[in-house]
Nanobody, 125 residues
């Protein structure tokens, strides 16, 4: 059974930082983070290939967010700096469907099909 448990959300002023963590059960080839603001569609934020360390970022967070993995803790972390009000939303950790993995295929948001319950991030002055 796939389980992803997020932590680290909270409220912060614009320009501040937050670190989100997600503990993952089992193995995944790709891990990532999505976010969803009220009235908006869910969007991919960052993803990482666990084997190679390759990363993928949404244009809106490039240079501000960093995704990393801790194999010893079976977890993935999202470091968020220079936060903006537009970053407000529910952040969910996600992983791929391992049997569907295609070696060599480019990483994409559609790879991530299992989600945790999420942790709320609010950026406001």
């Amino acid at each position: 059974q796939v389980q992803l448990v997020e932590s680290g959300g909270g409220s912060v002023q614009p320009g501040g930082s937050l670190t989100l963590s997600c503990v993952v059960s089992g193995y995944a080839y790709t891990l990532g983070w999505f976010r969803q603001a009220p009235g908006s569609e869910r969007e991919g934020v960052a993803a990482i290939r666990t084997g190679t360390g390759s990363t993928l970022y949404a244009d809106s967070v490039k240079g501000r967010f960093t995704i990393s993995q801790d194999n010893a803790k079976n977890s993935v972390t999202l470091q968020m700096n220079s936060l903006k009000p537009g970053d407000t939303g529910m952040y969910c950790c996600a992983e791929d469907y391992v049997p569907g993995f295609v070696p060599g295929a480019p990483m994409g948001w559609a790879d991530l099909v299992f989600w945790g319950r999420g942790t709320q991030v609010t950026v406001s002055s």
